[in-house]
């Protein structure tokens, strides 16, 4: 059975960016839509961004709207999140999904398959 395998979440100081990579094993990603959650200590999992199968569609959270970009190479079957300007309040453990549809979907239960997340810290 296929899976998604996040990297490249590490410490960084407020300002700073990071770059957050995805990438499908075993597995197409090709043909769904995909999603970046994260989930910080003693709250929720909460959406992020999301990319349609095609990535001609994007959205984002509030929060990260403006600072956060979400990508994919459907030829590497990878997803990708530039993050910049980052905040203390981004610190979380970040996740991929991939969706039930081709669609680019807030809707947590839309996703099927998750990776096993990348911790995010940030530092005042």
């Known amino acids: 059975q296929g899976q998604l395998v996040e990297s490249g979440g590490g410490l960084v100081q407020a300002g700073g960016s990071l770059r957050l990579s995805c990438t499908a094993s075993?597995?197409?990603?090709?043909?769904?839509?995909m999603a970046w959650f994260r989930q910080a200590p003693g709250k929720g999992r909460e959406f992020v961004a999301t990319?349609?199968?095609?990535?001609?569609?994007?959205r984002y959270a509030d929060s990260v709207r403006g600072r956060f970009t979400i990508t994919r190479d459907n030829a590497k079957n990878a997803l990708y999140l530039q993050m910049t300007n980052l905040k203390p309040e981004d610190t979380a453990v970040y996740y991929c999904?991939?969706?039930?549809?081709?669609?680019?979907?807030?809707?947590?239960?839309?996703?099927?398959?998750w990776g096993q997340g990348t911790q995010v810290t940030v530092s005042s």
């Open positions: 999904a991939a969706s039930r549809t081709e669609y680019a979907s807030i809707s947590r239960p839309m996703y099927g398959d």
């Open positions: 990319i349609s199968r095609t990535g001609d569609t994007t």
């Open positions: 075993g597995r197409t990603a090709a043909n769904n839509g």
